[in-house]
C-alpha cells in the first residue's frame, strides 16, 4: 500500500481547489467570451476593435505570463487607485483572485471564437423570419440565437474547458495552493517525487474523466431534436 505520509487529504483539498478555481475562471470566461464574440460580430467599428485587440493580446501570450501580470500587476494597479480615494496601504488581490481573473481571461479570448462561430452557424432565414415578424434584436438573441448558441458552441467549450482545467496548475508559481502546489510541497518534505507526482496525475485524470463525461451528456441534451442517438 502507498504511503502519503499523511498528505493524501492535502492533495484532496488542493484538488477541491482546483475545481473551485476552474469553475471561477469558467463562469467569468464565458461572459467575456459570449460578450466578446458579439462584439466581433456587431456594426461598430470600436467594438469589433476592441474585441479583436483583447482576444489578440490574450491569446498571444502564453498562460503564465497572464498570471503573473494579472497578479503583479494588478497590486500596483490597485495601490494607485487606493491613494486616489485616500488609503495609503498597499493592495493587492488574492492568489485565488488573480487566478480566476487570467484564466478567465484566458478562457473568454478563444470561447469568443467558438461563439463566432456558433453564432454564425445559425440560419440566417431564422433571423430574418423573426424580423419579419416585428421581434426585436434583443428579443431575436434571447429567443433564437441563444438556445441554439450553446447546442452548437458545447462541443468547443468543453475542450477549452478541458485545457482550462490543467491549465490551473499554473497558479501554484503564485502561492495559491491548488493541486499541483500541494503536491510540490508533499515532495519537498518527504523526497518521494515519483509517488506524489503520480497521485497528482491520477486525480487530474479523474476530475477529466468526470468533466468529460459531464460534457457528454450535456452535449446528448442539447442535441435531443436534432439528431438520433449513436447518430
Not at 4 to 14: C, E, V, Y
Amino acid at each position: 500500500m502507498i504511503d502519503f505520509h499523511g498528505f493524501f487529504d492535502q492533495l484532496l483539498l488542493g484538488a477541491l481547489m482546483t475545481l473551485k478555481v476552474a469553475f471561477g475562471a469558467l463562469a467569468l470566461g464565458l461572459g467575456l467570451g459570449l460578450v466578446a464574440a458579439v462584439a466581433k460580430l456587431s456594426r461598430s467599428t470600436v467594438a469589433r476593435a476592441m474585441a479583436g485587440t483583447f482576444t489578440g493580446v490574450i491569446r498571444g501570450i502564453p498562460e503564465l505570463l497572464v498570471v503573473l501580470i494579472i497578479y503583479f500587476g494588478s497590486a500596483g494597479l490597485l495601490t494607485r487607485l487606493a491613494e486616489d480615494f485616500g488609503h495609503t496601504g498597499f493592495v493587492e488581490i488574492s492568489p485565488y483572485g488573480a487566478g480566476v481573473i487570467a484564466l478567465g481571461m484566458t478562457f473568454g479570448a478563444y470561447a469568443s471564437e467558438v461563439f463566432r462561430g456558433a453564432i454564425m452557424a445559425i440560419p440566417v432565414g431564422q433571423i430574418e423570419a423573426a424580423r419579419a415578424i416585428g421581434m426585436s434584436n434583443s428579443l431575436i438573441f434571447r429567443r433564437i440565437t441563444l438556445p441554439q448558441l450553446w447546442r452548437i458552441a458545447l462541443p468547443g467549450l468543453g475542450n477549452l474547458f478541458l485545457v482550462l482545467l490543467k491549465d490551473t496548475s499554473l497558479i501554484s508559481v503564485i502561492g495559491l495552493e491548488e493541486l499541483m502546489r500541494k503536491t510540490t510541497i508533499a515532495v519537498g518534505y518527504t523526497k518521494e517525487p515519483f509517488t506524489f507526482y503520480l497521485a497528482a496525475s491520477v486525480l487530474y485524470l479523474l476530475m477529466t474523466v468526470v468533466s468529460m463525461t459531464a460534457l457528454y451528456f450535456a452535449e446528448k441534451s442539447a442535441n435531443k431534436g436534432f439528431i438520433r442517438d449513436g447518430g
